[in-house]
């Protein structure tokens, strides 16, 4: 993983051409992946097992602890950005975040931290995601010194499946250590895989997220969308049910948005509701146009 001689981090370097932009901040303040800190002008984090650092100037990226194909890989500098840009960009408003945020770009992070990171994510803001997150690894996964520092690997299945669910709500979890328990079980138990996964059709991928304890329609859109690829899920919540009500209003009828504007509780129908008109209205990439939307709306709603 890019490591020398000696135990010695190497730092590589890649040249993003104009055609190939990252933007770095955004992508990873944008709320989809919860293991990355800034620390002057690094950028850590531990993705699986593997920490590492990454840093950008201009039109250069470099990093450490990591291989070149790793970083393409997980920063998803492979896919045609201006590209899906310009697939989403229907609106004035969908087209200003897409400005602000040039070079947001979905990751493709780990499946089982994905899914287990979401079920986890459940009614809770950013920092307490972080903090729950970094006391689950910190109690069961394996620590891995860098740069001096100490940091822990995502849990294995099998190492939450062992856990207990007092232990696991010793982490923060609440409620949530029931489903976490019970999801890793059927992880040993049934053997998913989720590159068979990666390969279904949306629909068919979902359905089977579905059957896992305490994933509903949010959390196994976020893991198509974030670590399987399938860039046509349209997540919502909170923020994304008022992008909609706010700016794609005539989209619906007005009984429809006076429910939803009313509604404490977004709800299964209403969930089905909105991603469905994501889905249709920005096509194949709405996933992109989604994270973009959500990611303004937070910084500016």
């Known amino acids: 993983m890019g490591q020398g001689d ?8 890649i040249h993003l051409e104009p055609a190939c932009p990252l933007n770095l901040e955004a992508t990873l303040c944008c709320g989809q992946a919860f293991r990355w800190e800034k620390q002057g002008e690094w ?13 950008k100037a201009g039109d250069e990226l470099r990093f450490e602890n ?15 950005l ?5 697939r989403i960009s229907k609106d004035s408003h969908v087209k200003g975040a897409v400005r602000e ?18 079920i986890c994510a459940t009614y809770k803001s950013i920092p307490a995601i ?9 109690k069961f996964g394996d620590e891995v010194l860098f740069e001096g520092r100490s940091f822990h690997g995502f849990p294995t299945p099998k190492g939450l499946a062992q856990a207990t669910v007092g232990e696991l709500g010793e982490c923060g979890l609440g409620y949530r250590a029931i ?37 509903g329609p949010k959390v196994a859109d976020c893991v198509l969308l974030f670590s399987l690829g399938k860039f046509e899920a349209f997540p919502v919540d ?26 404490k509780s977004l709800g299964n129908a209403g969930y089905e509701r909105l991603s469905l008109f994501g889905r249709n209205y920005f096509g194949k990439y709405a996933g992109y146009a989604q994270e973009h939307l959500y990611h303004y709306e937070r910084m500016h709603g």
């Not at 000696?6 to 370097?13: F, L, T």
């Not at 201006?82 to 310009?86: K, N």
């Not at 903090?131 to 689950?136: A, F």
């Not at 008022?242 to 939803?260: D, G």
């Open 238 to 263: 909170v923020w994304m049910r008022r992008v909609i009500l706010r700016h794609y209003a005539k989209h619906f009828p007005r009984e429809f948005v006076s429910k939803m504007t009313c509604d």
């Open 179 to 215: 489903y976490v328990s019970e999801t890793a079980k059927t992880m040993l138990e049934t053997g998913l895989d989720f590159e068979s996964l990666r390969r279904m059709p949306y629909e068919e991928a979902r359905k089977t997220l579905l059957c896992l304890s305490g994933v």
């Open 43 to 55: 950028w850590f984090g531990v993705v699986g097992q593997v920490p590492l650092k990454i840093s």
């Open 6 to 13: 000696h135990g010695r981090y190497v730092s590589v370097k």
């Open 66 to 80: 990591a291989s070149t194909c790793f970083v393409r890989n997980y920063f998803s500098l492979d896919d045609n």
């Open 130 to 138: 972080k903090n729950m997150l970094l006391r689950l690894c910190t």
């Open 101 to 118: 945020f040039a070079g947001l770009r979905i990751l493709r992070q780990d499946p089982w931290e994905c899914l287990v990171s979401y």
């Open 82 to 86: 201006p590209e899906i840009l310009r």
